[in-house]
């Protein structure tokens, strides 16, 4: 079963999957790719590339108006996520509230710093960072620094835990592209921030390199955070200031 999600909404193709009871792999390539695992109509894995969980399917856009989806029917084993009504109305409300969100941190990417708990260091850490000390769900961590952002409790920074990423870009793009010209494998992305290069156009390259298939451990939280990232530059029809990265954290 495959088809254009301009002709069927992917919600359509779940509510099938779940209703006929099918075990397979849906595969929804759109602005955000990602893919849901079904055993006997239940979700039991998925996620944006290699980013996978309940954290990274949650992320997912679950009503992307087009691209192509497919889903293969093959083995596949787990125990479900939740019960399906359940989980489609968590996804339905984390996919509309993560629009929100990112709209006033940019991505969980975004370093943040301020007088609460595990952003008060120095150098703040970013809402990826925190949620991971913390061992506490993205959304939750990143739904507190919305908040914390709203009564004036942390400020954001410019700079990304996608900073740390360390490239060495290979075949004629790299000797074409200024930003690949400048990857060594020893400098980061952040430090190209420090050198003058743009952050949106240091973004872009890389969100570019990923669509085109760049792949490393952390390339599908990266991606997804690329995306809310550029989307809400869209969004502003603005650059912010783009302040030098004090130090790049690191992945």
Known sequence: MQGLLSDLP???????????????????????????????GEIV???????????????SP???????????????TG??????????????????EWTQICAIIGSPSRVFQGNIN?????????VR????????????????VAEAVKEGKVTATERYAWFGLRLRPGGKRAEIHPIARALDGEVNLGQLVEQGFSLNDVREYLLGELRLGLRFPGSGWVMRDLI????????????????????????
């Not at 509510?15 to 055993?39: C, H």
């Not at 679950?62 to 596949?76: H, I, Q, R, S, Y």
């Open 228 to 251: 809310w990232e550029q989307n809400l530059q869209r969004q502003l029809g603005t650059s912010p200031a783009e302040a030098p990265p004090d130090r790049p954290l690191s992945l």
């Open 129 to 144: 960072a925190a949620a991971r000390q913390a061992d506490l769900p993205l959304f939750q961590v990143a739904q507190q």
């Open 45 to 59: 894995a998925g996620g944006i590339l290699d980013w996978l969980g309940v954290d990274a399917i949650h992320a």
């Open 62 to 76: 679950m009503l992307p108006d087009n691209g192509t989806f497919a889903f293969e029917l093959k083995p596949v």
């Open 79 to 96: 125990t479900a996520l939740g019960p399906y009504d359940h989980f489609m109305t968590d996804w339905a409300r984390a996919s509309d």
């Open 10 to 40: 992917l919600i359509g193709i779940m509510e099938l999957i779940n209703g006929t009871r099918q075990t397979g792999v849906l595969e929804v390539k759109s602005e955000v790719p990602y893919t849901v695992a079904y055993v006997e």
């Open 118 to 126: 595990l952003f008060n260091e120095a150098q703040g850490r970013s």
